[in-house]
């Protein structure tokens, strides 16, 4: 018989919530996906294919990156990041909306929602820049990175970053449509402005301390920094974006409670 | 035991503040089956979902001091682009409980055939019924929500519904609403009509029903009620 509720150990709770996230999140990849064609090896391969077309698209144009990095590491890093921080906010707006119906068993909270989907996002285009720099490395366009944790450090900054963003916008959107409209606009004006197709250092002076306001560049800067080493010549502050990022992980999970009080299920 | 105390429920909406629920209060044992009256929108799956822990009260306290289900009968506790198969999975491995002895159940008992295998958005309302009833029945709670379970399905799958819960699970507890009369005058033991954001509790289905018609203004025609041929 299902046990009443009571609370539960500690070690219990998280064997539960392992339990949670790993049944939402092949519950994910089969809705997304499906079992059709290449099924869920769609998760890496549109983020690649992502990656690869504008990598050639800024090959052919020469893009102006203002140094003198190589166009495919720095396509391949530069968009990958965004694919990151980009997506991760895209597929938590809306949301607890598409699955209002879980919210009818107990052990699934709106949070496992958004972290199923995150986990799914960060696998994607995690898979994506791992295999195409191995690609890339072993064709011989691109040089092994010089630090590969510093280059997994900014990683994983960005992807943290891009988590707490997107469970915070997610939540907000939950109670004001405007989340959704505004954000489309919002992240294709961030793109250029990321750090994803510049170097900090290339910039003037009074560009690069406005630009440092804005916390991905700091992710990318590290993990170019980790690529390339000295020869990136990487702008970033650690000081900064990590107490940004915990403030906004704070935010994010109190919305999260906010929203949890006031879900109506279906 | 279920224990609710000065349940209130208000909703925003655009017109102002709507007191769906007001001072609900009553305690449910196990063995106890609690039907529920009300005309469309008075409340009575608002006070399911509330129940079943799914939503929370404006104020007041619900105390669950046993396991409680989902709605059952209720479909939306499926993906619709997944197979019926997939959503078994889903349910076993969100419970804790073995695959491969629920599908056995649920193909059984849903009589789904290949469809099992199939989207459920391919499912037809019935084929949904069987198996949102079927795949309800694998968890084995204290108590059962049943919100409007005869609204579907054919009567040979009604009886084996009926079966499943009043023989199968007689000692659990259970809290029925429909607006079959008589499938809640067989069914249960207590009975409760929900007028205007208040419920009232009582212990005969013909006075709780004569209280019904009367709250909402409806004078059975002649010859009604069929109560006697039961279809349910």
Known sequence: ?266 | MIRLRDVRKIYPTRFGENLVLDGISFDLAMGERLGVLGRNGAGKSTMVRLISGAERPTSGSIEQHMSVSWPLAFGGAFQHMLTGVDNVRFISRIYEQDFAKNLAFVEDFAELGPYLREPVRTYSSGMRARLAFAISMIIEFDCFLIDEIGAVGDARFHDRCNFELFEKRADRAMIIISHDAAYVRDHCNRWAVLHDSKLKLYDDFEVAYADFKELIGWKPPQGWPNLEVSTA
């Open chain 1, 1 to 266: 018989m299902a046990a009443a509720p009571e609370q539960p150990a500690f070690a219990d709770s998280v064997k539960v919530q392992g339990r949670i996230l790993s049944a939402l999140f092949i519950r994910e990849i089969l809705t997304r996906y499906g079992r059709h064609n290449i099924g869920f090896l769609w998760l890496f391969v549109e983020p690649m294919i992502f990656t690869l077309g504008v990598t050639a698209l800024w090959t052919a144009t020469k893009s102006v990156h203002g140094s003198d990095l190589p166009i495919v590491a720095f396509a391949l890093t530069g968009y990958s990041s965004v694919l990151l921080w980009r997506n991760m906010p895209g597929r938590c707006i809306g949301a607890l909306w598409n699955n209002l119906a879980l919210m009818y068993h107990r052990n699934i909270k709106v949070l496992d929602i958004y972290l199923a989907r995150l986990m799914l996002e960060f696998g994607g285009a995690t898979i994506s820049f791992v295999t195409l720099s191995i690609v890339f490395i072993s064709i011989g366009w691109l040089e092994p990175p010089e630090d590969v944790l510093k280059v997994a450090a900014g990683w994983m900054l960005i992807a943290w970053f891009g988590g707490a963003l997107a469970i915070a916008l997610g939540a907000l959107s939950h109670e004001s449509e405007l989340v959704d409209k505004l954000w489309h606009p919002a992240s294709y004006l961030i793109f250029p402005l990321s750090g994803s197709a510049f170097m900090v250092d290339a910039l003037p002076p009074m560009a690069q301390e406005i630009v440092l306001y804005i916390p991905m560049v700091h992710g990318v800067e590290l993990v170019r920094e980790g690529y390339f080493g000295a020869r990136a010549r990487a702008h970033y502050d650690l000081s900064y974006v990590i107490p940004l990022t915990l403030v906004l992980s704070f935010v994010a999970m109190m919305l999260v409670r906010w929203v949890a009080r006031r879900v109506v299920p279906e």
